[in-house]
């Protein structure tokens, strides 16, 4: 058996949204800025695309702007309204992913802005009366905060995090690639200055996704600068050629996600809860990183295992793969090396020491392919604690 558990690394292509795309790689190959029919037929799908994200997630097209990614999109949030807004501050955790830590590192480092990390408890957890007492200290800031961490799962309430900032008159970033497509964004509602999303989470093509701007509300601060400059695409404010084709695929991945998604969660939610129930009764002193094994409060996507040591879950993840069984590994920092997870290392009273193999699941994972999994992992589990012994 061949079983894909790293789903937040990437997921599954839909067949739907494959089909959706082929045409744009076929007969609809002209360039969306030419006037000509060829172009105008391909700018229609792009519009057509840009009015679905919009309408799924409550607001106006003029607000979503196509990118390469997350990646890109988290760093046009931050590197542009930094720059654009003139922020002097900038809050997040230590648990963000690179693509938000690093920019935000970089942008310090060069005296674009201070950096504060905000307190983390040790199941990572954001300390909320920390983060208002940063607030209150320095104003004219950046706040970026994921809502939903690709390690350990942990969610975060944008709404009060997001009426937080408004209080204080700050400008929220939300890193949302991992919640994008599996949770319902109102954007109407939430009180967010920018999130962002990535078609490969959610049964899309890899290499595009969008950002949101809020410019519709009173406490949005308006139109950014764009961060990668050249032509007029995106209405200015990202040059360069469409990815044409996987505009239309994320535009059909999220539709089709949106369409399904209180059934998958039951679906995915309820494979967890099984591989989490069948661990604890059958690994003795297994235990869950970050809050990754509290259905409420962490992604029903993620699972975070923790083992008694590095090493362990190093063997594990490579035997597991020699199973068919492909997982993703996530052993903390020790310090002076590059390898591991930083998320891991940077909970508080974290052994550095110990292991983790971090599942993740999505529609199209099986309950016999999780208990195939739990089976291997307590067999190779045994295996590695008696030549441990
Ligand atoms: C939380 C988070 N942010 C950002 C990214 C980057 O997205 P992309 O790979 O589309 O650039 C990822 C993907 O791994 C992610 O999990």
């Known amino acids: 058996m061949r079983a894909y558990f790293d789903n937040a690394a990437t997921t599954r292509l839909d067949p739907e949204v494959l089909e959706a795309m082929l045409p744009l790689m076929t007969e609809e190959f002209g360039n969306p800025s030419s006037i000509h029919s060829h172009g105008r037929k391909v700018r229609t799908a792009i519009e057509r695309a840009r009015k679905t994200v919009a309408t799924l997630l409550n607001t106006s097209p003029a607000e979503i702007f196509f990118t390469s990614g997350g990646t890109e999109a988290d760093n046009t949030a931050i590197r542009s309204s930094i720059e654009t807004y003139g922020l002097t501050h900038a809050i997040t955790s230590p648990l963000e992913h690179h ?123 308006g139109p950014i600068h764009p961060f990668i400059h050249g032509g007029s695409q995106e209405r200015n404010m990202r040059g360069g050629t469409e990815n044409v084709y996987g505009i239309v695929g994320l535009a059909k991945a999220l539709e089709i996600a949106y369409a399904e998604m209180e059934s998958h969660r039951q679906y995915i939610e309820s494979l967890k809860s099984r591989m989490i129930g069948q661990l604890r009764e059958r690994l003795d002193g297994v235990s869950f990183n970050g809050l990754s094994a509290s259905l409420s409060e962490s992604l029903y996507t993620v699972l975070n295992v923790g083992l008694p040591s590095s090493e362990m879950s190093d063997m594990l993840l490579f035997n597991l793969d020699i199973a068919g069984i492909s997982a ?29 193999i971090r599942f993740s699941f999505s529609k199209y994972n099986t309950v016999e392919e999780v208990d195939y999994a739990v089976d291997t992992l307590v067999e190779l589990f045994k295996r590695e604690q008696a030549v441990v012994k």
């Open 99 to 221: 693509a938000v830590l690093h920019t935000l590192e970089h942008l310090h480092k060069q005296g674009a802005v201070k950096l504060n990390l905000v307190e983390v408890d040790a199941e990572g957890r954001i300390n909320l009366a920390h983060l208002e007492e940063l607030l209150r200290a320095h104003p004219n800031t950046l706040v970026s905060l994921m809502h939903g961490n690709n390690e350990i799962g942990n969610l975060l309430d944008l709404e009060t995090v997001g009426r937080l900032c408004q209080e204080h008159k700050a400008v929220f970033h939300s890193d949302t690639v991992q919640t994008m497509g599996h949770y319902r964004h109102d954007l109407q509602q939430l009180p967010v200055d920018f999130i962002v999303g990535a078609a490969h989470k959610f049964h899309g093509p890899k290499g595009v996704g969008f950002l949101y701007v809020n410019t519709h509300t009173k406490s949005g601060r």
């Open 328 to 356: 993703s590994g996530g052993s903390a920092c020790t310090s002076g090396s590059n390898l591991g997870s930083h998320v891991l290392s940077a909970l508080p009273h974290n052994d550095a020491e110990r292991g983790a």
